[in-house]
C-alpha cells in the first residue's frame, strides 16, 4: 500500500512526490498517463530519441532533468507510466481506492491496477479551452496546446503558414516552438487589449522581479518575435475560420473590451493552419469523482496546505487554478509534504504565494470576455462530436426549460459523443449562461475510455493487488 | 535518428521513432482522417488526448487516439468512420 498516491506526473505531481518522501512517506507512487514524466510542460520525445540539444526546446530543462533523476535514484518512490486512472471509489474515513489500467494508450488488455493510499494528491493539470467560432471544426484548426505538442514531442509543424490567436502568455512558447520546426508564423492575435494588458502585465512591476526568471522569459519570446517580424496584435480574434475540407483563410476583427467584434474591422488572412488557446480548464474529473469541492471557476478549492475538501486527498497544479510551472512545482512542494504528514518549507510556501499573486493577474488580464460569446452564431458546432450546434443548445434549453445538464444532453446528444463533453463542455456551459443552473460537465465518472474487456477483467478479479 | 515505417490503409507511411501516429499522419500532408456522424472532417485537435477528434483503428483495435499513441514499426493503421446519422 502506498503511503502516498501521486495521480499525474508533470511538474506538480513530480515535485509532490518527492517532497512526499523527503517528509518521511515510507512509499511513494506517481501515476503518469505518458510514457515519460514532464507532463504537458515537458512534453518532449521519448528519451532514446531525444536530440543532444533537447534543453533548447524546454524552459527550465536542467530543473526537469534533476526532478526526473531524483525520481529515479529513490527505491522507494514507484513511478508508474503509462498509467491510465480510470475511476476513484470514494470511501468514509479514507481516501478513495485508485483504480488504474497500465499499458499501451487505448490499448486492450492492460493491465489493472487498484491502489489504496493513506494520501491521494491529484495532479492531473489542465487542458485548453476554445471558444467556438464559425469554422473552429475546421481541420487545420488546432489548439495552441496541439501545436506545442506535436512541435515539442513530435518535431511536426502543424503547417506553412499559421496564426496564432487567442488569449493568454501561453501564446508565445507556441510561438517559438512554430517557428523552431519550421513553420512561418504569420501573426499573433491576442484578445485582451492594451490597457487590460498594462493593467495585468504593469501592476505593481516589482513583483514581477519576485518571479525571477519570468521577466527573461518573455523577452525571450519577444525577441522572437521581432527576429522572425512576426507582428504582434493586441484587442483583437480570430472569429470565423474558412474552407471546404480545411482552414484555408481566417476572419480576424478588432474587439471591444469585452470581446465583442467591432463591426467592420474584419479582415481575412489565409493561412494553412491556425492555433487557437483561450486559456486553459482545470482537469478535474478525478477531483470530482474523489468529492472535491471546486470554486465558481472549476478549480478544485484548497487550503494553505493543498487540502482538498475530502479528507486525505490533496491536489497542485492547474487543478487548483492556472498558474504555470513555477506555481506548480511550489504547490507540489507544499502538496507532498502536507500528503506526508510533514510540514512544507517555508521556501515552498513564500514562492507559491509570490507565484499565485502573478497568476491573478495574468488572469485578470486574459480573462475571457463576455462577448466572447457572441463569436458562434445559431449554425456553429459547439459539440465537435456530435455535430451539436449552438443554435440547437439555445433552443433546446428554450423549449424544454430545462435548467440542468443532463436534459439538455438527452435532447441535444452534446457531450454524449467520444470525447463525452472534455471539449464542449466548458462552451455549452458558457454559451447557456444564465440558462443553465451552473453544473459541471466534467462530471465523468469513467474519467477515461476503458474497453469492456477490460472492465469485465477488473470486476472479475476484483484486482487489489496493493491492499495488504 | 531511427525510423519507423507504419501502414495507413494499405499504403506505407514513413516517419522517426517516437513520433505519434498522428504525426506521421500529419507530415504525410493529411489534415483530417476522420469523419463525423454527419459527415465533417475531424483530424487533431487538442494534441493531448481530451477531444478524441483523431482516433484511428491501430492493428484491428478501433478508437485509438493518434495523438496519444507512438507509432511502432509495422502498426497497421485504419482511418475509420463514425456511425452515420
Ligand atoms: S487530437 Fe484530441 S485526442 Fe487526439
Known amino acids: 500500500m502506498p503511503d502516498v498516491l501521486v495521480v499525474g506526473g508533470g511538474p506538480a505531481g513530480m515535485a509532490a512526490a518527492l517532497a512526499a518522501r523527503r517528509h518521511g512517506a515510507e512509499h511513494v507512487v506517481l501515476l503518469e498517463a505518458g510514457d515519460d514524466v514532464g507532463g504537458q510542460y515537458w512534453r518532449h520525445p521519448p528519451a532514446r530519441h531525444v536530440d543532444p540539444d533537447e534543453g533548447r526546446w524546454h524552459h527550465g530543462w536542467q530543473r526537469f532533468l534533476d526532478l526526473r533523476s531524483a525520481l529515479r535514484r529513490d527505491p522507494r518512490c514507484e513511478v508508474v507510466t503509462n498509467a491510465h486512472v480510470w475511476s476513484v471509489d470514494r470511501r468514509d474515513g479514507a481516501p478513495p481506492l485508485v483504480h488504474a489500467v497500465i499499458g499501451e494508450v487505448d490499448g486492450q488488455a492492460r493491465v489493472p491496477r487498484t491502489f489504496d493510499p493513506a494520501a491521494l494528491v491529484l495532479a492531473t493539470g489542465a487542458q485548453e479551452r476554445t471558444l467556438p467560432f464559425p469554422g473552429w471544426d475546421l481541420p487545420g484548426v488546432f489548439t495552441a496546446g496541439a501545436a506545442q505538442a506535436l512541435a515539442k514531442g513530435d518535431r511536426v509543424a502543424v503547417g506553412r503558414r499559421v496564426l496564432v490567436t487567442g488569449s493568454g502568455p501561453f501564446l508565445l512558447p507556441v510561438v517559438s516552438s512554430l517557428v523552431r520546426v519550421g513553420a512561418r508564423v504569420v501573426g499573433v492575435v491576442e484578445a485582451a487589449g492594451a490597457a487590460r494588458l498594462a493593467r495585468g502585465w504593469g501592476a505593481k512591476p516589482w513583483r514581477l522581479a519576485a518571479t525571477g526568471g519570468k521577466a527573461a522569459e518573455l523577452a525571450g519570446y519577444l525577441r522572437v518575435l521581432a527576429a522572425h517580424r512576426i507582428p504582434y496584435r493586441v484587442g483583437a480574434a480570430v472569429v470565423a475560420a474558412h474552407g471546404d475540407d480545411r482552414v484555408e483563410a481566417v476572419t480576424v476583427a478588432r474587439l471591444t473590451p469585452d470581446w465583442s467584434p467591432v463591426p467592420g474591422t474584419q479582415r481575412r488572412v489565409e493561412v494553412d493552419a491556425v492555433c487557437v488557446g483561450h486559456g486553459f480548464v482545470p482537469r478535474a474529473e478525478l477531483a470530482i469523482s474523489a468529492g472535491c469541492a471546486l470554486g465558481e471557476d472549476g478549480a478544485v478549492e484548497v487550503d494553505d496546505r493543498q487540502r482538498t475538501s475530502v479528507p486525505g486527498v490533496f491536489t497542485a497544479g492547474e487543478l487548483t487554478g492556472i498558474g504555470g510551472v513555477d506555481l506548480a512545482l511550489a504547490e507540489g512542494l507544499v502538496a507532498g509534504a502536507a500528503a506526508a504528514g510533514g510540514e512544507p518549507a517555508p521556501a515552498a510556501l513564500r514562492r507559491r504565494a509570490v507565484f499565485r499573486e502573478f497568476a491573478t493577474r495574468l488572469a485578470a488580464a486574459h480573462a475571457v470576455g463576455p462577448g466572447g460569446r457572441s463569436w458562434a452564431d445559431d449554425t456553429t458546432v459547439v459539440c465537435r462530436c456530435e455535430d451539436v450546434t449552438a443554435g440547437a443548445l439555445r433552443r433546446a434549453a428554450e423549449l424544454t426549460g430545462s435548467k440542468g445538464l443532463r436534459p439538455l444532453k438527452l435532447t441535444t446528444r452534446a457531450g454524449l459523443g467520444l470525447c463525452q463533453g472534455r471539449t464542449c463542455g466548458p462552451a455549452v456551459e458558457d454559451l447557456l449562461t444564465g440558462v443553465l443552473d451552473p453544473g459541471r460537465t466534467a462530471h465523468r465518472p469513467i474519467a477515461v475510455p476503458v474497453r469492456l474487456g477490460e472492465l469485465a477483467d477488473h470486476n472479475r478479479t476484483g484486482n487489489r493487488e496493493d491492499v495488504p | ?85
Do not use: H
Request: positive net charge; proline residues 2%.
Open chain 2, 1 to 85: 535518428m531511427t525510423r519507423v515505417r507504419i501502414e495507413v490503409d494499405g499504403s506505407p507511411v514513413e516517419g522517426l521513432a517516437g513520433q505519434s501516429i498522428a504525426a506521421l499522419l500529419l507530415a504525410t500532408g493529411r489534415t483530417s482522417w476522420r469523419r463525423t456522424r454527419t459527415g465533417r472532417p475531424r483530424g487533431v485537435f487538442c494534441g493531448i488526448g481530451t477531444c478524441f477528434d483523431c482516433v484511428v483503428t491501430v492493428n484491428g483495435l478501433r478508437d485509438v487516439r493518434a495523438c496519444q499513441r507512438r507509432a511502432a514499426d509495422g502498426d497497421l493503421v485504419e482511418l475509420q468512420e463514425d456511425d452515420r446519422a
